[in-house]
């Protein structure tokens, strides 16, 4: 997910500074407040509104969102490579915390026993066991979790 997010701020960035490609650069307008306020020369993009999550990762709302996420100094880079160089320490840096699969509290027992189960098997079909122990049933990880 980082490594995505990472691609399409530096694709936004290109296109921002370049206004090429034409089809996706029409797509992105720089945010204007009524008002002015302190985040006026913030470089924010506007995102428009979606009515389906579907909408979400279409690029005209997901690009504004990614590049708006964006610590102000580096969206200001001047040069392509230093945008590049500081955004990727900004979503690749070893201090940044993977984030865990989301799982249910309960499914964690019965993943152990399936990972048991699949191992028993393995290890009884190399050693060439017949009978009762070769033939057991694994039951698929649909089954278990």
Same mark, same amino acid.
């Given at each position: +997910? +980082? ?20 089809? &996706? ?91 048991? &189960? ?28």
């Amino acid at each position: +997910m +980082m490594r995505i997010r990472f691609k399409f701020a530096c694709l936004v960035l290109k296109i921002l500074n370049t206004g090429h490609p034409p089809y &996706l650069t029409e797509l992105l307008q720089y945010h204007k407040p009524a008002k002015s306020t302190r985040s006026s020369d913030s470089h924010l993009l506007s995102v428009s509104r979606h009515n389906l999550s579907f909408g979400a990762r279409a690029f005209r709302v997901a690009a504004p969102k990614i590049w708006n996420s964006i610590p102000l100094h580096i969206r200001q880079s001047q040069t392509y490579s230093s945008f590049r160089r500081q955004d990727a320490l900004l979503y690749f840096s070893p201090s940044r915390p993977l984030a865990a699969p989301a799982m249910r509290p309960d499914s964690l027992p019965r993943l152990w026993r399936y990972i048991n &189960l699949l191992l028993t098997y393995i290890y009884n079909t190399n050693r060439g066991v017949t009978g009762r122990g070769a033939r057991m049933n694994v039951p698929s990880p649909r089954q278990v979790c």
